[in-house]
């Protein structure tokens, strides 16, 4: 599990000038492709915030910080600190031949507590053109860098998919999109992270043979 050098608590709901700083919060991410017969359906999300946003969302809505949530302390953490993201499409990219979409809608929202840390479950559908989409590019990510959005190292990507159907995926980092940012003052990091003012997008590349 990464740990984090926590200085600040942040939430998601926040002015659109902040945008621009260097990453305040801490995202780890799982995704899991799901294929049907007639292609790729959308995704499953999984993302593991760090402990200091879980202790804002949970001071925040009143919440105890405990091992599992009711339905109505899930619906409140959705209502709060989740629906917003559809201004920022849930800071996702999908690329099929070329042609960028992104995430219009999600379903299935579900928060859980993991080792302290709050984490979001839910499914976003694809809804952009399948034709010759023999290959797909996934990208998550914030392109202010307010939020390090990052791969789990352990498991990052599950496939669901019909059997028989022949599926690969990588990680590839996406060197012609880079992303600027302030880096003069970077109070909070991941363990280890340097923070050079540049990243560039992870994309997740799915190709279907």
């Known amino acids: 599990m990464r740990r984090f050098i926590i200085g600040l608590i942040i939430i998601l709901v926040i002015p659109a000038a902040a945008l621009s700083a260097h990453p305040h919060m801490f995202i780890d991410m799982k995704l899991t492709p799901v294929f049907s017969e007639d292609g790729f359906e959308g995704m499953q999300v999984n993302w593991l915030f760090d402990m200091v946003f879980t202790g804002s969302v949970l001071m925040d809505n009143g919440i105890s910080w405990t091992d599992s949530f009711t339905k ?11 629906v917003n993201l559809i201004n920022y499409n849930y800071f996702t990219y999908f690329n099929a031949g070329g042609k960028i979409s992104r995430a219009e809608t999600y379903s299935n929202f579900s928060a859980y507590i993991s ?20 290959e797909i590019r996934i990208a998550v990510y914030d392109d202010t860098f307010f939020c390090d959005i990052a791969f789990t190292e352990e498991t990052p990507v599950i496939l669901e998919a019909p059997a028989g159907t022949d599926i690969e995926w990588e990680l590839s980092e996406n060197l012609d999109a880079p992303i600027f940012y302030d880096n003069t003052a970077q109070m909070i990091s991941r363990d280890g992270a340097e923070y050079s003012g540049q990243s560039f997008p992870v994309e997740l590349v799915l190709t279907r043979k």
């Open 72 to 82: 109505n302390e899930i619906e409140i953490i959705r209502d709060s600190s989740f």
């Open 115 to 134: 080792d302290d840390r709050l984490g979001y479950d839910f499914f976003l559908p694809y809804e952009g053109s399948r034709a010759s989409a023999n």
